[in-house]
């Protein structure tokens, strides 16, 4: 356990998107605060960058981070002024304290 804990060394702040809709019914956008949380982050290379025919050059980023209730596509990480969404969220049973999350930049 003492070797995880000494690999996560970056803060990351955690928001949950919000079910406010605008006036026109679409999504509002917004972000509600969910706390902080240690974590490591590696880059990750680009596997497929077309996406329904579109170009997708956006950085992508491996956080493994302690295992926490509440974390899923909904919810977007705040790093070094980035703004990271989740993709994919995996936990192995192997290693209950912990989850491995993919994620995309977002512009």
Known sequence: MAEF???????VVLETRLDIRNVRGGPSGKYAYDGIAWA?????VSGDLVRADALSALPRWQVTMR????VGLNTRLTWRGRYLAIRSV?????????????????R
């Open 67 to 70: 295992k926490r209730e509440g």
């Open 5 to 11: 804990t000494g690999t996560l060394r970056e803060r």
């Open 40 to 44: 490591a982050l590696m880059p990750l």
């Open 90 to 106: 995996i936990s192995d049973p192997r290693e209950p304290a912990q989850m491995l999350l993919t994620c995309e930049e977002q």
